[in-house]
Every structure is written in structure tokens, then in C-alpha cells.
Nanobody
């Protein structure tokens, strides 16, 4: 069991950068593959990035590849999503998620479902 808390969302302009953080109010994140999802208004939740338990393996969706970077600091019990060159279509609620399985298992899984979720942090990109 792990309690996830996201932070760092806000209102930014097109082309700006923003870094989201995910920490655990309870539990250690080092036991989990960690992912970021987002849900735009009126759309389904989208899986956008995942980092392996030790932090060496990553995977990105095509929609954010080359603009977003996922990383983790296990001693600090924190996972990050660095977002650059933000676009209006990046506007969404961003969720942190955790899963006991390995990265390759989550990526291979139908819909990439993950076990534990935070409550999300909103990101609005204004033009």
C-alpha cells in the first residue's frame, strides 16, 4: 500500500516548462514502478510515462516523447515529470501512479493499468 501525492501543477504559457513531483505520504516508492498519466477535459485518462524501480528504464507515449522526462530520486522518495515546450493540448489533470510489477510488465499490459493512484495536480497551458 502506498499513498501518492502530486504537486507542481499550475497555469503556464505555451512553450513554458514545468516540473511535477510525486511523493509518498506513506510507504517507500522504491518498491514500485512509477508512472504519470493525464486526463484532459472530456477525454479518457492517458498513460504518458513510466520509470523502472531503480530509475534506469523509462518509457514514453508518442504524445510527450522528446518533450517530457520522467525521473526518480529513491532516497528522496520522489518521482518527477519534467515538462518542456508545453502546448495547449497538454492541459490536463496529471496523475502519479505506482505498481509493484516491473516496467516491462506494465508497458505490455492492456491499457497499462497500474495499482495505486494519487489525486492529481492540474496543469493548464494558456495560449
Amino acid at each position: 500500500q502506498v499513498q501518492l501525492v502530486e504537486s507542481g501543477g499550475g497555469l503556464v504559457q505555451v512553450g513554458d516548462s514545468l516540473r511535477l513531483s510525486c511523493t509518498a505520504s506513506e510507504g517507500s516508492l522504491s518498491h514500485f514502478a512509477m508512472g504519470w498519466w493525464r486526463q484532459a477535459p472530456g477525454k479518457e485518462r492517458e498513460f504518458i510515462a513510466i520509470v523502472s524501480k531503480p530509475g534506469k528504464g523509462v518509457w514514453y507515449s508518442n504524445s510527450v516523447k522528446d518533450r517530457f522526462t520522467i525521473s526518480r530520486d529513491n532516497p528522496q522518495n520522489t518521482v518527477y515529470l519534467q515538462m518542456t515546450a508545453l502546448k495547449p493540448e497538454d492541459t490536463a489533470i496529471y496523475y502519479c501512479a505506482a505498481d509493484y510489477d516491473y516496467l516491462y510488465q506494465v508497458v505490455a499490459r492492456h491499457n497499462h493499468t497500474m495499482a495505486y493512484w494519487g489525486k492529481g495536480t492540474p496543469v493548464t497551458v494558456s495560449s
